[in-house]
T-cell receptor
Framework: GAVVSQHPSRVICKSGTSVKIECRSL??????MFWYRQFPKQSLMLMAT?????????EQGVEKDKFLINHASLTLSTLTVTSAHPEDSSFYIC??????????FGPGTRLTVL | GNSVTQMEGPVTLSEEAFLTINCTYT??????LFWYVQYPGEGLQLLLK?????DKGSNKGFEATYRKETTSFHLEKGSVQVSDSAVYFC????????????FGKGTTLSVSS
């Protein structure tokens, strides 16, 4: 099946620094990618929808200036957590949708902000 | 708006027991329905899906039938294994271009030998 990768898988950073997470669709082109956040023992909460070549659409309550999303190509979307704080610590998961409208999920990135 | 409600866990079963995880949804129109599984330390994997009423999705011994009359998509397996221990998420995709999956809160299944 289709594969979506995320990098890094785990990152620990100091408060105030910025962290970039990459999401790649390895064997298909994805015009749309999604970014989710998952808190411990909770469901995935959609943060934003990323369309190639255009601005991301953010869900209500998600700060677009804090969570910068770039979708520069059909196989790559990046999420940058700017000026990270401990409350941003979470599991971030991306997904990419193929031409058959099936979403494939990346393995997730565990962010810990000290 | 669209939403998914699934039974709260954890669900604890012995090996070879019958499994049911309930899932109901609220949606306008005719959404597609999915079950995803997340094994410990891993990302989400698509388990099965159904795109229209009365469709049955099946995979690895798991089944779920899209019931429009009861707005349900319950997950079942006749005989669970220890390796089925994971978190199971019910999700829907609205029948509109550009929409994302909407997930239930997840149900943790723990199977003991």
């Amino acid at each position: 099946g289709a594969v979506v990768s995320q990098h890094p898988s785990r990152v620990i950073c100091k408060s105030g620094t910025s962290v970039k997470i990459e999401c790649r669709s390895l064997d298909f082109q994805a015009t749309t990618m999604f970014w989710y956040r998952q808190f411990p023992k909770q469901s995935l909460m959609l943060m934003a929808t990323s369309n190639e070549g255009s601005k991301a659409t953010y869900e209500q309550g998600v700060e677009k200036d804090k969570f910068l999303i770039n979708h520069a190509s059909l196989t790559l979307s990046t999420l940058t957590v700017t000026s990270a704080h401990p409350e941003d610590s979470s599991f971030y998961i991306c997904s990419a949708r193929d031409e058959l409208d099936t979403q494939y999920f990346g393995p997730g990135t565990r962010l810990t902000v000290l | 708006g669209n939403s998914v409600t699934q039974m709260e866990g954890p669900v604890t079963l012995s090996e070879e027991a019958f499994l049911t995880i309930n899932c109901t949804y609220t949606a306008t129109g005719y959404p597609s329905l999915f079950w995803y599984v997340q094994y410990p330390g891993e990302g989400l994997q698509l388990l099965l899906k159904a795109t229209k009423a009365d469709d049955k999705g099946s995979n690895k011994g798991f089944e779920a039938t899209y019931r429009k009359e009861t707005t349900s998509f319950h997950l079942e397996k006749g005989s669970v294994q220890v390796s089925d221990s994971a978190v199971y998420f019910c999700a829907l995709l609205a029948n509109q271009a550009g929409t994302a999956l909407i997930f239930g809160k997840g149900t943790t299944l723990s199977v003991s030998s």
